[in-house]
């Protein structure tokens, strides 16, 4: 079955850095497009960014544009989320997914930024 684990989140303070990781499973990896996500303590689910199967193309929500970079490595079924500059508006659940329009998602994992 599909599975999709996410690490690296953690409590970091404004300005620093974390990356995170999503190990996928149970499906061809290469095949597919992912997404993350990111769910703020009262608010919806928002896109944060894509990738395509390759890696060729990626797209990031306009607030975390050149900040944050997405990436994947197909041989290790793992997409990244490099966050840089980190803000105190970026604390969010960070979910990944598979594509953009599936019911494939990770169990989440918690990024807070603070001092």
């Known amino acids: 079955q599909v599975q999709l684990v996410e690490s690296g989140g953690g409590l970091v303070q404004p300005g620093g850095s974390l990356r995170l990781s999503c190990a996928a499973s149970?499906?061809?990896?290469?095949?597919?497009?992912m997404s993350w996500y990111r769910q703020a303590p009262g608010k919806e689910r928002d896109l944060v960014a894509t990738?395509?199967?390759?890696?060729?193309?990626?797209s990031y929500t306009d607030s975390v544009k050149g900040r944050f970079t997405i990436s994947r490595d197909n041989a290790k079924n793992t997409v990244y989320l490099q966050m840089n500059s980190l803000k105190p508006e970026d604390t969010a659940v960070y979910y990944c997914?598979?594509?953009?329009?599936?019911?494939?998602w990770g169990q989440g994992t918690q990024v807070t930024v603070s001092s």
């Open positions: 990738i395509t199967s390759t890696g060729g193309v990626t």
């Open positions: 149970g499906f061809t990896f290469s095949m597919y497009g």
């Open positions: 997914r598979r594509g953009w329009v599936s019911n494939y």
